[in-house]
């Protein structure tokens, strides 16, 4: 069976805004669930009451398998950001926020693994450069 990689945005979109529940349930089904660890500190560095921080912390505690970036994604990140950045003329803020997407996706295309993201827009640009599988998910 595939694995995918949910992106942090999935996760958010669906406790705090409940979006996202039937496509869930379908990607169960379809797809071997694996936790990036970039995604994990993501979501720990944005819980910001003890209700976020302990529903994060019980993902954690779940995720018994947990994929990280390797020394050469970390390098490979670097000039994705430098290349892509500059084609969108980033500023630096825009540059660290996109370096993450950039490690989950090597991450995933690393394992052969789908990102499920609804950050359609930047995930399409490492899909394009990188050739990663992506499944966007859309707001109902």
């Not at 003890?50 to 990140?77: H, K």
Request: net charge neutral; hydrophobic share 45%.
């Amino acid at each position: 069976m595939a694995a995918a990689i949910l992106d942090t945005n999935v996760y958010i979109d669906h406790w705090e805004r409940g979006l996202h529940q039937e496509s869930l349930e379908n990607l169960r089904r379809a797809f071997i669930i694996r936790h990036s660890a970039v995604v994990l500190s993501e979501l720990r560095r944005g819980a910001r009451d003890r209700d976020a921080q302990r529903l994060v912390a019980q993902l954690f505690a779940l995720a018994t398998v947990r994929w990280e970036p390797t020394a050469t994604d970390w390098w490979e990140a670097g000039r994705l950001v430098r290349i892509i950045g500059d084609k969108q003329d980033w500023d630096i803020n825009k540059r660290r926020e996109f370096q993450n997407d950039a490690l989950i996706a090597l991450t995933a295309r690393r394992h052969g693994a789908t990102v499920v993201t609804s950050n359609t827009i930047d995930f399409e640009l490492l899909r394009a450069e990188l050739r990663v599988a992506v499944l966007p998910l859309k707001e109902p």
